[in-house]
């Protein structure tokens, strides 16, 4: 049996409660970010794991050494998975839900279907649009918007738009823009010969007048 010196095992426990208090800031940090909620829940769920595998420890006393030591090191990679799960798929783990008084800034109408929706922060500010032809719009002619008071000065951060043919959140980069019925619709798999928008063009032209620098 592997034998730990009381400094080793004291530096374990002190380690996984340090890991514990991440996850615990963790859940507060995601919740106020607005993610969905199993995200926010799921540190929680490692802090649960992790103390009750405490106290398995304190029950078999003569393996606590090696429980602490597989309790610190499941806590450590399931926190990171945790992490770099939530910041590679934004598009999956963010709740993208507007409040009810949400109005879209290009028409300047409540927000009352979601199927259409899109979102994009600008600067400090997150907006929502009722549908992807409107936030286009807002891309193309951002110069209008502004001195209209419709969005503030600031560095387009991240958009994101739900896709028609696949009903999913997905980063702006990563659809395709189809002309349909002279609006702009966003695919995953656009139509057969259908003439595609690129995205980073929009984006770029935007960002040229909307950033602050």
């Not at 193309?140 to 001195?147: D, G, H, K, M, V």
């Not at 419709?150 to 738009?161: C, L, P």
């Not at 995953?188 to 010969?193: A, Q």
Request: aromatic content about 12%; charged content about 25%; some cysteine.
């Amino acid at each position: 049996m592997i034998r730990f010196e009381d400094y080793e095992v004291a530096v374990v426990i002190i380690m996984t409660r340090f890991l514990e208090a991440v996850a615990i800031v963790l859940a507060i940090y995601l919740a106020l970010k607005k993610y969905k909620l199993r995200y926010v829940i799921a540190p929680a769920g490692i802090v649960f794991l992790s103390v009750i595998t405490n106290l398995l420890g304190l029950i078999y006393r003569d393996y606590f050494p090696v429980i602490a030591s597989v309790n610190f090191l499941t806590t450590a990679i399931l926190l990171f998975l945790l992490v770099y799960y939530v910041v590679k798929n934004p598009e999956k783990t963010r709740d993208f839900t507007p409040s009810k008084d949400t109005r879209c800034p290009v028409c300047n109408v409540l927000i009352l279907r979601e199927d259409e929706l899109c979102t994009a922060k600008i600067g400090d500010y997150t907006y929502f649009f009722d549908n992807c032809h409107h936030l286009v719009q807002l891309l193309q002619e951002p110069q209008y918007f502004l001195e209209r008071g419709s969005v503030f000065k600031g560095d387009i951060k991240e958009i994101f738009v739900k896709t028609k043919d696949t009903k999913r959140w997905k980063k702006f980069n990563d659809v395709k823009l189809v002309e349909e019925n002279g609006k702009i619709v966003p695919y995953e798999n656009p139509p057969k010969g259908a003439k595609v928008l690129d995205p980073e063009e929009l984006l770029s032209n935007a960002q040229n007048i909307l950033g602050r620098g």
